[in-house]
């Protein structure tokens, strides 16, 4: 099946992804994303993709979002991994106290980072909320202003309970010098994502902290605030992982002509169609969603459903389309020193997060 889906590359200037690509080396030995990565990420503003324009961000729509996602990603996995991630945290703009949101956003340098684990408590008195706990895998940790966190919440001691019986969650934003970072981030890849966790002891915050991640609950008008946060999580993380895969093929392509092996050069080019052709079943659907939110203000659940397994098909096929591949690369692709093997460390670091660690069996 002969499908038609822009390349990657097509999504992201070819200027800024050659001065992003060229650091990611550098970026590894530093730990963290080079000054000159995150001099383009601060003027792209893209740390504020959702967020509104009248806040100061771009306010795209999540059909632009993801390809800009997949574009970076294809470019740089770590550099793509802190926009995803440290601009998702961002999205909650829609769902905090207004107040809080434009005292917040009054600064021009502003970014974001947190966990969604819900591994923390917070204890509601008089004065606000206690908040006691310990997050892992903070992406972007080192260059955070404000952390988001979710907690289990209770008040005077008691766990509070929502109406179905489950334990009541509430998410809370916390201020750099709130919390305590701890340097644990030693993973094999996504190395300059400085994916630190982070800890809170005893700190009290005002209750206009405290949001909740919920479509009913979000304030501002624009559908992005809409969109589940479930398959928001999901599309996002997926392109991250199909834009490097992208990249992989493009290497190995690179490599592999020079072995004048006709075998493994058919199998690169039917691992470009199949990965074409998960991607734009991916985006056929992503673009569908948004389109009927957007006009509709409302998405069944049979379409979320279908962007969910659509998100996990094309993460599935990225996996096994790598994995099949990186024993035709030889040690070229196991010195560490070389971009495809960053890009095969990245994208099975990535590979693991919990989302897409267990995965869906695929349907096509």
Known sequence: MKVIVDHPREFISASLASEIRDAGYEAEQLRKLHDKQL?????????????????????LPITEILRIEEGLSWTDGSSAWVVTLCSGAAWFVGFLDPGLAHELFASDEICFAGSGSVTGISNQTDAGYEINGYWRFATGATLASFFTVNCFVKENGTQLYNNDGSRLVKSFVLKRDEVKIHSTWSSMGMIATASHS????????????????????????D?????????????????????????????????????????????I??????????????????????HTLASRSAISNYMLEQLSLASHNLANSCRQIINE???????????????????????HTA??????????LQTH
Request: contains cysteine; proline residues 5%.
């Open 325 to 347: 591949l990186y024993p035709f690369c030889g040690l070229e692709a196991a010195d560490t020193r070389n971009e495809i093997n960053r890009v095969w460390r990245n994208f």
């Open 223 to 267: 559908p992005v605030f809409q969109f589940p946060f479930l398959q928001l999580a999901e599309t996002t993380l997926a392109v991250n992982l199909s834009g490097m895969t992208c990249r992989f093929v493009d290497l190995c392509e690179e490599i592999v002509p020079k072995k004048e092996h006709k075998m493994i050069i058919k199998k």
């Open 39 to 59: 001099a383009i990420i601060k003027s792209q503003n893209w740390f504020n993709l959702y967020v509104p324009k009248s806040f100061g961000g771009l306010g």
């Open 198 to 221: 982070f800890e809170v002891t005893n700190m009290t915050i005002p209750s206009n902290r405290a949001f909740i991640i919920d479509p009913s609950k979000a304030w501002i008008g």
């Open 269 to 290: 080019l039917d691992s470009r169609t199949s990965l074409d052709l998960s991607r734009y079943q991916f985006y056929g659907q992503a673009d569908l969603v948004w």
């Open 351 to 360: 590979g693991q997060h919990s989302l897409f660690r267990f995965g869906r």
